[in-house]
């Protein structure tokens, strides 16, 4: 849980009744590699603080998995939309690697918003970032060639890319995996 604090105090101050608090009320649970974390039918009422391991947010399109983003240690997982309304979405979670991760329920997140401004500035903070990865996520969709979308997700998983199955990358970009390998030795050249 240590690394949970470290990050909470990248952003705000943690008191010790906060520490306590989420000692208390996070559960440390493991996901083995290939493993649904969440079923697209599913309510999402838990998010992950993730300790080791990847775990992926994916939909299907035609029957074909497309990986919308990766998480890994010392980050946030969750449906974002099905976490915050509390409604079925189209995601998925599953977990790329045998996974480590501590678990907070929805319920006590809101208690503990309700109770430590300190836990709400960090969420809101933390959120912004990810908002921020959103936009430029959006941004390459958009308006980049391959070469760049590819580029794009080296740059936003320096440290675990290469952990990442070439499909799933392929997806992710929205190429197929032979362009992609074509891409990679093109620009290994």
């Known amino acids: 849980m240590n690394a949970l604090f470290a990050s909470i105090l990248k952003y705000q101050p943690l008191s010790d009744d906060l520490k306590k608090q989420l000692a208390n009320r996070m559960q440390l649970v493991s996901f083995n590699k290939k493993e649904l974390v969440l079923d697209a039918n599913q309510v999402c009422r838990s998010s992950y603080f993730i300790e080791s391991g ?8 035609d029957g074909k998995e497309i ?3 990766f998480c890994s240690e010392n980050e946030w997982m969750n449906s974002p939309r099905s976490f915050m309304q509390q409604k079925p979405d189209f995601y998925y979670i ?26 709400e500035r960090y969420a809101r903070l933390d959120m912004g970032a990810t908002f921020g990865y959103v936009l ?3 941004a390459s969709v958009r308006f980049s060639s ?12 320096p440290h675990i890319h290469h952990r990442i199955p070439l499909g799933m990358v392929a997806s992710y970009v929205g190429i197929t995996p032979e362009t992609l390998s074509r891409l990679r030795k093109e620009m290994l050249s």
């Open 54 to 61: 990847i775990l992926r947010l994916y939909y299907l399109k």
């Open 67 to 69: 990986s919308e983003y």
């Open 94 to 119: 599953d977990s790329l690697e045998n996974t480590t991760a501590w678990k907070l329920d929805v319920t006590d997140l809101l208690f503990l918003f309700d109770n430590f401004i300190e836990m």
């Open 136 to 138: 430029d996520r959006l």
């Open 146 to 157: 391959a070469k760049e979308k590819y580029q794009d997700f080296l740059d936003t998983y």
